[in-house]
Structure formats: C-alpha cells, structure tokens
C-alpha cells in the first residue's frame, strides 16, 4: 500500500467553497461543509476528504507518516491576500492626526507627503532593512492564517529601488511558508522629480523598467493608481497595455477616490482585478462584470480613512454577479494593518457580506485575483494542503466576535506553520 505523508483527523466542521475558477454573484454563499471530517495529504497536496469514519475505512492499510489531531476545531482553506503593499520602509503614524483633522488622503500626497514619504524612506533603506521588515509583517499574517499574499512595488518609482523592493518579495518567496505573487507599481504616484510632468514618467516605466522587470521575471502582475491627480485613465492604459506585451497580467487601483473611469478600463481591458471601486459607476461595474473582472475590495482602506463611504460590495453580488475578493491593502498609509480578521470583521458590518460570502472572498476569489484558483483557495483533492485551523465554532463566529486572532493553526503545503497560536517554522526550514 502506497505511503501518505499527513492525516488531519478530528476536524469538528470543514467549511470551503468549492472549484478552480471564481465564485460569482449569489454563487459566493454557497460553500460546502462537513461535520467530523478528515483530509489526507501527499507531498504538499490533498489526495482525500471526507467522514473521518469513511476516510479511515478508505486508507486502511496505507502507512500514515504523521497523524495531526484537529480536536474538534474548524478547518478553512488558508487565507489569501490579493492586495498588499508589503515591503516598504517606514512607517508613517504621524499623518494618523493630519488626517482626523480633516486633510484628505490625496492633498497629504499633493504635498509631498503619504505615498511619495514612504518613497523617500524605501530608497533609503537597504534591501536588509527592507526584507526584515516585510518578514515581521508575513509571520503577522501567518499567524491570522494567510498562506499567500500578492505584494506590489511602487514605494520605489526609480528602476533601482523598484528592483529592490521585488527581490526582497523574491527572497522572502523562497524563504518564508507564506507565498508571494509579485505585481510591479512603478505607476503608484509621480515621484518628485518628475512632478509636473506625469507623460514623461509614463514613458520611463514603459521603456526603462518594464523591459528589466520582465527580463528578470521579478512579477507577474502590473498595477496603477489610476486616480484623480496621479495617473489617467489614458495613461493607466498605455502603462496596463505596455505590461501584457511583457507578459504581465493587468491589475488596477480604479475608481478609489474619483470615478475617473478605472473600473470601465478594467473591462476593456479584461484586467485580472480592479481594486478600492468606492466611487466605480454601474456602467463600470457592468463592464467588469461582462469580462469576469474581479472586484477586490478594501474595507480597511475606508475604515482607516475615515469615509462613511464604503466599495457597493452587495450591488456587485446581487445585481452585477461580480466575483468580489476581500483584502487588506496593507499599507503604511492608507491601511497600516496585516490583519485580514479585521477585514472579515469590516466587510460584515460595513459591506453586509455574509459569512459564507466572506469566505469565498477571502480564499477561492482571492486565489483567482491572483492567478492561483486551480491551485488554491478550496480544500479539493489535487489542490494544495494550504489549511487555517480556527478556535471558532463555525463562519459566524469570525467577525461576530471582533478584535482577537481566531488563528489556532495554519498547515502550508502539508506542513504545520503555526500551532496552538504559534509560529513553528523557522527561516531556515525553507520551502
Ligand atoms: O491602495 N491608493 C493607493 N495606494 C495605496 C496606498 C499607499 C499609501 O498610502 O502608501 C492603497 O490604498
Ligand atoms: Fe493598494
């Protein structure tokens, strides 16, 4: 009888949606669930689920390397986070007060503050500053139970320190359980000494950095802050058009502040994703929808900027079908946080999802805003054993009670990360 590396026994109820592309509209809340379940795993992937009691049956005989106990306890796919700004040196605590005292987000920037402070102390940094700061926020987020993440540039906006920020994600890809998908933003503000000149920067990411960050294969994934005062609607698409031909998959900051027409050029477009969309009209929203466009949305970004306004998360369920994904956008500016629990606490009380709905935007839609939908976000034979272990009850629970880590447990690939509310893997253990 042939070997099998892991048993997971006395899972209490394993929730996860179910498929390899992403769940649209009404189709969001329906996930599958099971009581007193089991899952076995071979070489980093499920090979069966199932009745603990039929699975038992079912692999008698096999020789089981590990048995983990799951004691009852809830078991979801690991968590996906599609949006984050992860490496960036810096912090910026101090535009907290200026933004209470009413100096909206896009004026802190017009000043030479917000995005273009954090430029200022990523190019100072060294790439060691740099990866050891990202690597404090990655084990943050393991331990809330995220087993990907996608991480942008843009806090360079010069070719050398873009280059910098994705080869620390590049490094930490390799080193950490987490996984990361690297998405180029050298279009994430106009740097200083291009300010009044946006055309001109336009032309340096096309021509100077693209061609090298495709050459060096450091991303997968291009992105631009396509807003009122940074990039245009036609510049955003010169720069989106520019990527595909190097390869890379269009992703884009639309419709956050202005609606400028982000989400329309979305469609045209057909980008993976769109992200923020507070401000997206329905035709832009139609236009998504028609070309399977996936809304992320950012409730910490609202939350954290004090708007009472919030992305239409329930019109795009129930009225565009659109498959909307849930993120942090962690940031040092607009969404200073890893917690993707507050996110699920967030788009509950503001966005009125459901729980089931939360879940499939914080996993399978998750995974196919980055590209990864065959290979994660459900617990389905073939994918990868990516699992979060929660001390909850059931889905209701997790935004119900608000504030604390949830996180009992979290299996990467097969392999324990974090146990009872612990990181176990070390740097050195490698991929
Ligand atoms: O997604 N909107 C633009 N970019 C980030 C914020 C980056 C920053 O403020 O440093 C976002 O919210
Ligand atoms: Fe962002």
């Not at 540039?153 to 070719?159: A, E, H, K, T, W």
């Not at 955003?236 to 992703?251: D, N």
């Not at 998360?313 to 565009?320: K, V």
């Not at 942090?328 to 729980?355: F, R, V, W």
Request: proline fraction near 3%; charged fraction near 20%; glycine fraction near 8%.
């Amino acid at each position: 009888m042939s070997q099998l590396d892991l048993f997971i026994t006395g899972i209490g109820r394993l929730v996860t949606p179910i498929g390899q592309q992403a769940r649209r509209g009404r189709d969001m809340g329906d996930v599958f669930e099971i009581t007193d379940a089991a899952i076995a795993v071979h070489e980093g992937r499920i090979v069966a689920i199932g009745k603990e009691v039929e699975l038992q049956q079912k692999l008698e005989g096999r020789s089981i390397n590990r048995t983990l106990d799951a004691a009852g306890k809830m078991v979801t796919p690991g968590l996906i986070d599609p949006h984050t700004h992860l490496v960036h040196g810096g912090s910026r605590e101090h535009e907290l007060a200026l933004k209470r005292s009413g100096v909206p987000y896009l004026d802190i920037l017009a000043q030479g503050g917000g995005i273009l402070s954090t430029v200022r102390k990523t190019r100072e940094a060294s790439e060691e500053q740099l990866y050891n700061q990202a690597k404090q926020s990655l084990d943050e987020m393991l331990l809330q139970g995220v087993t990907t993440i996608e991480a942008k540039s843009g806090y360079g906006l010069d070719l050398e320190t873009e280059l910098k920020q994705l080869r620390v994600a590049q490094r930490l890809q390799a080193a950490h359980p987490i996984d990361l998908v690297s998405t180029f933003m050298g279009a994430h503000a106009v740097p200083v000494e291009y300010a009044g000149r946006t055309d001109e920067f336009v032309q340096v990411i096309i021509e100077n950095m693209l061609p090298v960050i495709a050459a060096e294969k450091l991303a997968e994934f291009c992105d631009v802050f396509c807003e009122h005062g940074v990039f245009s609607v036609e510049q955003s698409r010169r720069i989106l058009e520019a990527g595909k031909r190097y390869g890379l998959k269009s992703k884009i900051h639309a419709d956050e502040i202005v609606a400028l027409g982000g989400a329309e050029l979305a469609g045209e477009i057909q980008a993976i994703s769109a992200e923020h969309l507070l401000a997206a009209t329905d035709q832009g929203l139609a236009a998504m929808s028609k070309s399977g466009v996936i809304p992320v949305v950012l409730p910490g970004t609202s939350f954290n900027l004090g708007l009472t306004k919030h992305a239409r998360a329930r019109d795009m369920i129930d009225n565009f079908a659109l498959p909307v994904a849930l993120s942090t956008d962690y940031n040092p500016g607009s969404c200073p946080t890893e917690s993707i629990q507050l996110i699920i606490m967030l788009a509950s009380l503001n966005l009125n999802m459901s729980p089931e709905e939360i879940l499939t935007a914080c996993t399978l839609n998750a995974a196919a805003a980055i590209g990864r939908e065959s290979s994660i976000g459900s617990i389905e034979i073939g994918k990868h054993a990516d699992l979060t272990v929660w001390n909850a009850p059931n889905l209701a629970y997790l935004p119900y009670h608000f504030g604390i880590n949830h996180t009992f447990g979290v299996i990467k690939r097969g392999r324990t990360v974090v146990w009872d509310r612990q990181l176990v893997h070390r740097v050195e253990d490698a991929k």
